[in-house]
């Protein structure tokens, strides 16, 4: 098994971080919160998915509450949403761009990591899931909105196919900085494709439906 | 003290993820959620609980997010929601039954295993009321609504009971399948009873109110 | 470093227990909820701070799930808001009084406990600020209202100066009950005075808004 470079999974998390610190203060904004509301909803999009993904794996205390650079990262995101941001109209968009390079790159960063904490494979496909979506979803339950993860866009399964690829890859020690990439970008494309195609998965049949 | 069967556990564990998972698809249903909307909050329905009793126990990674078997088990029941699911006006109540029975099992099965896994008696009620209720509560919190377990029925009291009357068997060296199945349908009655008769706890007074 | 006394720790989780479990009642109380779900939110609101806390630092079970002092301070607690309660109108108030002494207890309580558990100096002021404000976003994620902590009043910001001092206090040597208990009544001085004199935090410019 390759040994797993420590410098690559602190860059994932803090692309990912930063990412989604981005969206969770275009969320706080949007919703006409002050600086601290900024700045916690920021912090809690940022790092909810990573400190989720450590409790799980027993990694404890989490990175996210622990490494300096992480927490940092987020502030500095929260202030820089906070100074310059883009019209509240233009905001949602911004926040799904940001979102699909943070879901993408905490796919790949946390399957890795449970991998590289000894989870089985199943585990740490669903770990990578876990850390994904988890910002995400904290920060819009946080924001009083339903989870982007349960609207209509694919949102989880890319996350889940790319971590379902990392982790096969792991499988066959084939894990590189190219294939890592390889598959953070991947995910980010499919989640941008069935953005900007507004793909929808089928919805249930509904019988007897009143409205 | 008896050892506890492992089968009898897992037995437990996958009625109980049949049971929310199903009931979370239904929500899912109601809220108009796609495929993969649906999926999502079966399984997080359906695991949420049982992972914040691992966590609690700190028995790392969770059964929830590492066993295949509950998994496929959650995955099964939000398909099957999706495909077969009664028309949105009836749907409340098939929740209602559903939500009964995964708190019943998950009540009895939660307490069990903080007690294999050397909690004390008080913990181990305090953790089968919350696997009990956990998963209701991320169903509900996701999609939007006030959690079942804060609504007027009783709802905590009854996977409580249950939780205490496992516990005090078990200081007693008699946990049997026959008990264990016997605190389940109980559990399972109590609350059925209370919804089928919309059993009212007492209201707060309310002085000065001015609505 | 000087040893920190059990029944001071005890002191402080008793206190942030008392005051969050009344906050949660009367939220509870508010939202018209019956008896039972005044206890559960009571309940929730009380202990879901020192929960995250003790997940965090690996400290389990919880002592908010296993210490009967901690359960039983809540429950009374909670049937206390039940019985005697203001009129609702004026329960806002109310709630965030008990909030800020609950926050105050809880942001050094939490901060101290990390520090004994071996957290670095970091992660023991985030941890003091997730245990002061967990309580509380777990009370209105359920009863679905938005968390007090990205309101517009300063609310983070008094309980992470708090840990910081004691943290500092800590570094020097000089935590001693009057250093802790001076910490306490800053962090519910600070926040008091921004709940009464309405600070608000500076609110981000909006260009190109549309309503």
Do not use: N
Request: aromatic share 6%.
């Amino acid at each position: 098994m390759l040994t797993f470079d420590p410098h690559l999974q602190l860059a994932l998390d803090l692309v990912g971080v930063f990412a989604f610190a981005l969206s969770g203060g275009l969320v706080a904004v949007k919703k006409r919160l002050d600086l601290f509301g900024v700045l916690v909803l920021s912090g809690a999009a940022a790092l909810g998915g990573g400190v989720m993904r450590d409790v799980l794996i027993g990694d404890l205390p989490p990175v996210g509450i622990s490494d300096w650079r992480l927490l940092t990262s987020a502030l500095i995101a929260g202030l820089v949403t906070f100074l310059y941001h883009p019209g509240v109209e233009r905001i949602s968009r911004f926040v799904r761009v940001l979102d699909a390079a943070g879901l993408a790159v905490f796919a790949i960063g946390g399957s890795l990591k449970a991998l590289g904490a000894g989870m089985d494979p199943l585990t740490s496909v669903i770990v990578g899931g876990i850390t994904a979506v988890g910002g995400g979803i904290v920060r819009d339950v946080l924001a009083g909105q339903v989870p982007e993860v349960l609207r209509r866009e694919m949102y989880a399964l890319p996350a889940l196919l790319g971590s379902a690829l990392i982790v096969t890859a792991h499988h066959f020690d084939a894990v590189s900085p190219l294939v890592i990439w390889g598959c953070v970008a991947l995910v980010f494309a499919v989640r941008m494709i069935a953005v900007v195609l507004d793909v929808h998965a089928p919805k249930p049949l509904r019988t007897g439906e009143l409205t």
